[in-house]
């Protein structure tokens, strides 16, 4: 035991001082490790936080982790497909979930007219206290109020809308839509609030309205077009969308998010393989240096090499200096990538302005303004590939460092 | 002399072959890495041009110069069908064709809905989009005939029609006078791209015009160049042929779908920020090996120095290898490269997943690479001029040699 510690604290040694034999070469290559981890961390934290922006607002926007509606709700959205609001054990169901945030929709394809301006819209009630919890419209308020009780009888547009209807707030709009019936309805409604989505093309198309005030008018009481329900965190909503399904009427059909919009759901689980092969690919371009650094340093020695086991170090011990020679390059190269990654994100926290390509961003479903996201199992990632398949490609060189005949190595020159 | 220095140089490089070998492996790696991936590039966004244009906004579109921010009726163009026509004499160019466009309720018998109806050219509009040939239920609008509506797929199913069924549609004319139709649903779309198939229809100009009481005015001549670099020049002779800029303006695809470009140019960053790191490394690389190559020629640097000769000459000499294995790496990588890609270029590449990624921006399931000069040579090029910027340090170290010291080194 004692003679193992020997070994090991004479080995780290022996490392340490030949790593730093040749300072040019493993500055050189310390560089290059920590240029390639900082990449690694960095971009990935940009994708991160881009993915991260992009599901957190697609999932503002369907809204909800789970959704419950009538089976033919999502082809046709028509008012037809409407479901009651929830009852008895069902909703004593919704009122037990952790998170405490539900709320019932009306959504319905209408058409809104000002007096200069008619334009299709998608028609939404709210019930305006739960709203907060399942989408985040009332921060979006950019003017005016937002709705007071499920039965007020304002309405608010988005910012972008109102241009296009050349009208403003406070003034009125009738907006029209069908009942179950096929009867055309309408109704005058005042401008009560404006909104900016972060998304401009929803700015256009979502109309909201008092979920009661839309129920009389569109003469379906005491019936909505979907229930939606916000768990914790959309990553982990398995255990809540199974008791939901489970509780839920057989005759209605409960979706999560991922169901519903598989752009997301694809850009979710795409996410862990972009970051995967991204960093395999930084650690290939290094590995080639990383053996080149070996291979010369273990040319440069063959001559000692052969001299210290002519003088008793068994071949075991040379494969496992060599190793920790490149073990501890690593460390070091990691230590410095990681800490110049985290110098470099830090600043950015508060978020990189990409407006100059925000319609672009638009398109992919993200917004203007990038916020970088470090997170554990990322580093955990570039850290552990750096390391383990570092040390597994240090193996070759160094098993034909310890492979040397003693003999021949003393007599090279 | 020259050979002599060239041999040298060649016989210098495999003097550690193994050496040689990972730098050039580095090269060859991150260069093949470059060729395919600047080739997939390039492919998926001219794919991404091209189909996002070709299924509707066409390359340049003629406009009131205020309907580009505010596509509103009152927006118009005058004598809209002669116009295009005189377009077309003018540029040699049948791909041109004259819309209207306006707000209107869809009714059937069972359901309502808004829509965007559109009047179009039937004869002129399948050479600016690929909506007519999308049509999969039925057929295009007859050319000049009345009373015919085209629909999008969701939109049928909404408002529960098929083929032959009937539609009434109401909105508000120029004039601000009601402006309605009934009309026989004659074909069914599925673009694929659920905002059309749910609020498009389109009816013929003519038929348009009366209903809408515009006379003989429409809102954009649509034109299709033969090929996107076509457009500037397209766009100049458009611009010098307009006699009053305050009532029509050309719009190019840019502005039309600025969305498109910035999407391409956020993606090509990001591309070019790991390009940029795999060049770094391989210059490290680079950096390294001509580093240590040096050194441990101290001592036969100081004979040759000796021996007359300048150190301007031993740094040509190192930037010589250098250059040699740039060469190599620049070869092989593109050969692999090219290699790789052609094979994907004609197998088609997919990942999973890609589906959902590509309905998004307007492209196929499977991504073609379309390799080009430039996409084979311009990654190559810049991690050789790279490699060539990191040997300048290793060469100018020769300057500081002293012969009689170097000769004594160890």
Do not use: C
Request: glycine share 8%; net charge neutral; charged share 20%.
């Amino acid at each position: 035991m004692a003679a193992h510690r020997l070994h090991f604290s004479v080995l780290l040694t022996l490392s340490w001082r030949n790593l730093w034999r040749n300072h040019r070469r493993t500055g050189i290559m310390l560089g290059a490790i920590a240029v390639g981890v900082w990449a690694m961390i960095f971009m990935t934290a940009l994708m991160r936080g881009m993915v991260d922006d992009m599901l957190n607002e697609g999932i503002h926007n369907l809204p909800g982790h789970i959704q419950i509606q009538h089976p033919d709700f999502l082809d046709d959205p028509s008012v037809a497909n409407s479901i009651a609001e929830p009852a008895g054990e069902f909703e004593a169901l919704l009122q037990r979930i952790e998170s405490k945030r539900w709320a019932t929709r009306i959504r319905v394809p209408a058409v809104i007219a000002s007096e200069r301006e008619t334009r299709g819209i998608n028609l939404v009630g709210i019930e305006p206290a739960a709203e907060a919890d399942v989408s985040g419209l009332p921060e979006l308020l950019s003017a005016g109020r937002f709705l007071e009780s499920r039965k007020d009888s304002g309405i608010i547009i988005g910012a972008k809308l109102a241009e296009r209807l050349e009208t403003r707030l406070g003034k009125r709009v009738v907006v029209m839509s069908q009942d179950p019936d096929n009867n055309i309805r309408e109704r005058g409604f005042r401008i009560v609030g404006i909104y900016r989505a972060k998304l401009p093309g929803l700015e256009e198309f979502n109309v909201y309205a008092a979920r009661d005030t839309l129920q009389q008018l569109l003469r379906i009481e005491g019936r909505v077009s979907q229930i939606i329900v916000v768990g914790e965190d959309y990553r982990d909503i398995e255990p809540l969308y199974r008791q939901v399904r489970q509780q839920a009427p057989a005759d209605l059909q409960v979706r999560a998010w991922y169901e519903i919009d598989t752009y997301l759901a694809t850009m979710f689980n795409m996410m862990d393989g972009f970051v995967l092969v991204w960093v395999i690919i930084i650690f290939l371009a290094l590995s080639f240096g990383l053996v080149n650094t070996l291979v010369m340093a273990i040319f440069e020695r063959v001559r000692e090499i052969g001299l210290i086991q002519a003088l008793g170090m068994r071949p075991a011990l040379i494969l496992y200096q060599i190793l920790m020679e490149s073990t501890l390059l690593l460390l070091i190269g990691l230590g410095l990538g990681n800490g110049l990654a985290l110098a470099t994100i830090k600043p950015l926290e508060s978020g990189l302005d990409i407006s100059v390509v925000a319609e672009g961003m638009a398109m992919m479903g993200a917004s203007s303004m990038l916020y970088p996201k470090l997170t554990s199992s990322d580093l955990l990632l570039a850290n552990s590939v750096v390391i383990l398949l570092g040390v597994l490609t240090s193996i070759l060189p160094a098993w034909r460092a310890a492979k040397l005949d003693p003999v021949r190595a003393l007599n090279s020159t | 002399m020259k050979s002599v220095v060239l041999r040298m140089a060649w016989r210098n490089l495999w003097r550690h072959g193994r050496r040689t070998w990972l730098t050039v492996g580095a090269m060859i790696f991150s260069n093949s890495l470059l060729v395919f991936s600047i080739s997939l590039q390039f492919g998926s966004y001219d794919m991404m041009i091209d189909n996002s244009l070709q299924t509707f906004s066409g390359h340049i579109q003629l406009q009131h110069p205020s309907y580009l921010d505010q596509p509103k009726m009152r927006y118009t163009l005058a004598d809209i069908v002669a116009n295009a026509q005189k377009l077309r004499d003018e540029l040699a160019l049948e791909s041109i064709s004259a819309r209207a466009s306006g707000f209107a309720l869809a009714s059937s018998n069972k359901r309502s809905h808004g829509i965007q109806l559109l009047g179009v050219d039937a004869k002129h509009e399948p050479l600016v989009s690929t909506f007519p040939g999308l049509v999969n239920e039925g057929r295009y609008l007859g050319p000049g005939a009345q009373e015919e509506i085209v629909i999008g797929s969701i939109l049928a199913r909404n408002l529960k029609v098929g083929i032959g069924d009937e539609l009434s549609f109401l909105g508000s004319g120029l004039d601000e006078s009601f402006a309605a139709g009934v009309v026989t649903v004659v074909g069914i779309f599925e673009s694929g791209i659920p905002d059309l198939d749910r609020a498009m229809a389109q009816i013929n100009l003519g038929y348009f015009q009366d209903s809408f009481a515009m006379q003989r005015a429409g809102h954009s001549i649509v034109i299709r160049a033969a090929h996107i670099d076509d457009v500037d020049g397209l766009m100049a002779r458009i611009s010098a042929g307009i006699d009053d800029p305050s009532r029509i303006v050309p719009r190019d695809w840019n502005e039309l779908q600025p969305g498109l470009r910035q999407a391409i140019q956020a993606d090509m960053t990001s591309a070019w920020f790991m390009y940029i790191v795999l060049i770094v490394l391989v210059a490290f690389s680079v950096l390294n090996t001509q580093l240590m190559s040096v050194l441990e020629r101290t001592r036969e640097f100081g004979t040759m120095m000796a021996l007359g000769l300048k150190p301007i000459h031993l740094a040509r000499l190192v930037m010589l290898e250098t250059g040699m294995m740039t060469a190599l790496g620049l070869l092989l990588g593109i050969t692999l490269g090219a290699l790789i890609t052609a094979y994907l270029s004609v197998v088609g590449f997919s990942y999973p997943g890609m589906e959902e990624m590509a309905v998004k921006f307007n492209l196929p399931d499977r991504m073609y690479p379309a390799i080009s000069p430039l996409s084979l040579t311009l990654g190559p090029v810049i991690v050789a001029l790279g490699s060539l910027l990191a040997a300048i340090y290793p060469a100018l170290r020769l300057n500081r040699l002293q012969p009689i010291e170097a000769m004594r080194a160890v």
